[in-house]
Structure formats: C-alpha cells, structure tokens
C-alpha cells in the first residue's frame, strides 16, 4: 500500500494537470456512480489527507480515492486512447490533460462538506496542516497492550504512515516493533516518548515527500538506500548483523515488519 509521502505526491500530480480546469470529461467505471457527470465543472483542488485523495470540483462536491494496495492515478495528453480494460475506474480530464484511475481500491463522489464520511476517523496527517505530535502520542496511548508496530499503522492513530516508514522510524529509535505501546507511557501518564517518536516518523515523511527515498540529516549512506525496510537477510548497516522479517498483527491486518534484533532491543 502506497505510503503517505506517495499520496502526497500524487496529489500534487494531480493538482498540475487537474486544477482550474473544466472538466470535458468524466468517466465513472464504478458502479455506484455510473451515471455521475462532472462535465463542465472546474477542479478546484486535490488534496491528500494521510493514503486518501480528495479532489474537490464546482458546485461542492469531491471525489475521494484511495489506491489501496496497487492502485494509481496516470496523467496523459487529452485525447490519448486510454487503455487498461478493466482495470480503469475513473478518466477525469481537461482540454490538456485527463488523469486515469487504475486499480483504485476506493472511488466515491460525495458533498464537499461530509468529507467527514470518509476521512474523518483519521488521526493527525503526518503530512498535514493538521498534524499534532502530541495528539498522535495520545491517540497511540489509548491502547497500551498493543504492540507499537501495530499501533503506528492504525491510521485512525496517526495518518499516513506505513509499513516502510514504521519501519525505518523504529529502527532509528531502537525499538523492538513487539514493544507494548504502554511500556513508552510514564508513570505519571506521560506520552513524551510516544511524541519524540512519531515526531520522527513526520521529519522522515516531511524528508520524503518531494522524492523517493529517505533523508536524514547527516545521512553517511550512499543515495540514502533503506536501513531496515526489504531487507531481511542483508547486514544490517550498523552492526552487521541480518536484519529480520515477520508478520505482525491479526487477520486480515497482518503486515511484514523488519527490524534488527540487535539494534532494536529497546
């Protein structure tokens, strides 16, 4: 599933080829909302809100879409044959341009002012005007069993955030991913450690977000390639020892973490 920091890009994508535009076409290939007709509305924004999109038109409406697991938007030259079958959900475009949606795993039309309905469970985007360290380090509180590897992708907790940048945030925190969320509250129930902790997953993301890969300051390693993240087996970049794998989490939210069982004993 793509990551916040990839939304994020994707939204900006869309926002050049879509923004202040009329649209001359509007192609709905989701049931629900076949007979829908944007035609002649201009886009007025697209924005991300953690893994969600929200492309606001004329006349108070939005488009949201999510990519799920391996869904995208593809910008072409207006008037290209489109292809993909069946796999095309959405064709919104322009004079110049039309943005194609393939595989989305979410696609709804619904009034601007119940974005609510859709985003509005969602914790602090880490990328977002909205984001609030402490309010994060809360959200994560509410549940001290769980382990902080699951914690960290309940979106409903913090929003944006997935399995690369969990994993590289707790490496460079020395956390286990097994470590009790409650076991980082104080004992005057105190999140401080829970803030210094997703405060670090947003200056990666915040790092990210223009460009593949992450970025940290005095990064020694060469095009900053991933400290943990896809690759088990390999030495680990700091004791050399091999980095781990294993799914985390119960059924159907079962995700593959990877860590350091040296580094990481925190």
């Known amino acids: 599933m793509p990551e916040g ?37 201009r886009v007025l924004s697209t924005e991300s809100r953690g893994k969600h999109l929200l492309t606001r038109v004329e006349g108070g409406l939005t488009v949201h879409t999510h990519l799920r697991m391996d869904g995208s938007w593809r910008i072409h030259p207006a008037g290209r044959p489109v292809r993909g079958g069946d796999v095309i959900r959405l064709i919104l475009a322009n004079a110049e341009w039309q943005a194609v949606g393939v595989r989305l795993g979410m696609v709804d039309l619904l009034p601007t002012a119940r974005e609510d309905r859709v985003v509005g469970h969602l914790g602090p985007d880490l990328l977002g005007a909205d984001w609030d360290a402490e309010r994060a380090a809360a959200n994560l509180a509410r549940e001290p069993g769980r382990t902080i590897a699951e914690a960290l992708l309940d979106q409903r907790n913090l929003a944006g955030i997935g399995t690369i940048w969990r994993a590289e945030t707790l490496f460079l925190a020395r956390l286990s991913p097994w470590r009790e969320v409650g076991a980082m509250v104080g004992a005057m129930g105190s999140v401080a450690d829970l803030a210094e902790l997703v405060e670090l997953a947003h200056r990666l993301m915040e790092s990210s977000k223009e460009g593949p890969g992450p970025v940290t300051t005095g990064d020694p390693r060469p095009g900053r390639a991933m400290w943990v993240y896809g690759r088990a087996r390999h030495p680990c970049r700091v004791c050399g020892n091999p980095v781990s794998s294993k799914e985390i989490g119960s059924q159907p939210a079962e995700r593959l973490v ?6 990481q004993q925190g």
């Open 5 to 41: 920091d990839a939304v994020y890009r994707t939204a900006k994508t869309l926002r050049a080829a879509l923004d202040g535009r009329a649209l001359t076409r509007s192609d709905f290939r989701v049931p629900r909302y076949a007979t829908a007709d944007l035609r002649g509305r």
């Open 258 to 263: 990877y860590w350091c069982r040296t580094c």
